[in-house]
């Protein structure tokens, strides 16, 4: 059994950063590239965010486009993709959209957060719990078993972390947009960590796309310049 193939979607400032300190959501990305993201997700068999995300920017994680559904519908998928959750306490809220709307839904927490991950939001979801702690391994490998081919991960940092961290991710979708946010509390796409070649270690670039005024790059971490 072969793993997903995982591709870590995100946009940043041009310093690096994914939104502002703000408690609304910082607009980094422009009408163009919410398209892109919007086929993408069409593409994916299941969308993971962590629950820090989730209770930021309360999303629907659905995707947008009526044609982009229907060519789903008609290869005989779900409409939407599995909406995956990563929350280690299962400290969930219910009333939140994600659960609200269509699609399938699936958390992944510890033996700990699993009861409260029940309670919270039980009637909504399956609930899986991985142990003791979340191992990034183990949850690809179990989504695997669950027919899951393509991941696409949408945050936020400490779940990009651990999937670099770990090795896990076959792409990144990196979303470039022409600003500075430069403030300190504001969170970044990673948190500091020993990945794997640390700074040695080069990504394959396999392009660059141009949407509006926003620069999509596509890096391949499993890939390096040395060893093609």
Known sequence: ????????????????????VAPQRFPLSNAADFDHVDQVRAESDAILLGAGTVRRDDPRLLVRSTVRCAERT??????????????GSGDLDPALR????????????TDDGARAARD????????????TGIDFAELVDDLARRGVERLM???????HTEFLKAGL?????????????GQAGAPRFLNPDD?????????????????GDVAVLR????ITSENG
């Open 153 to 159: 991960v949408e945050g936020g940092t400490c779940v």
């Open 169 to 181: 991710a076959d792409e990144i979708r990196m979303a470039i947009a022409p600003m500075l946010i």
């Open 120 to 131: 919270r939001v039980g009637d909504l979801a399956e609930i899986a719990s991985l142990g």
């Open 219 to 222: 890096y391949f971490p499993k």
């Open 1 to 20: 059994m072969s793993r997903p193939y995982v591709l870590l979607s995100v946009a940043i400032s041009a310093d690096g950063f994914i939104d502002d």
């Open 98 to 109: 994600l659960w609200q709307r269509g699609g399938g839904k699936l958390v992944y927490t």
């Open 74 to 87: 008609a290869r005989g998928l779900p409409e939407h993709p599995l909406k995956v959750v990563v929350s």
């Open 195 to 211: 990945f794997p070649g640390g700074p040695a270690r080069r990504f394959h670039l396999e392009d660059v796309t141009r949407l």
